[in-house]
């Protein structure tokens, strides 16, 4: 099965391509592949508890959730706030795992 790094850069508030594109996460992870979710810009906020129920829906497709440090930080959101088992990342991880050759890269 491939491995997928989904980038989801808009939230909820940029309208509803972000519920859409993590269902496309949901789908690839119950098919069986590797999927992380990367939440960075202003889509830090779908991995905040209260948010909704998209993160959750991809955490119980077998799914990882990741929430970039600095670009919560720059939105004052406290790491605590995070749905559980998302999990906050720096940006050597995420490029360690975007230059894997069977990653595939996708940004919303």
Known sequence: MAEYLLVES???YGGP?????????VRLARAGHDVAVLLIEN?????????GPAVGRVQEAGGEVWVDSFSLSQRALP???????????EMDEVAERILRPAVRGVWH
């Open 79 to 89: 790491a605590q706030r995070l749905v559980p088992g998302v999990r906050l990342v």
């Open 43 to 51: 889509g830090v906020t779908e991995g905040l508890d209260g948010a």
């Open 17 to 25: 391509g972000s519920e859409a594109f993590l269902g496309d996460a």
């Open 10 to 12: 808009q939230g909820s």
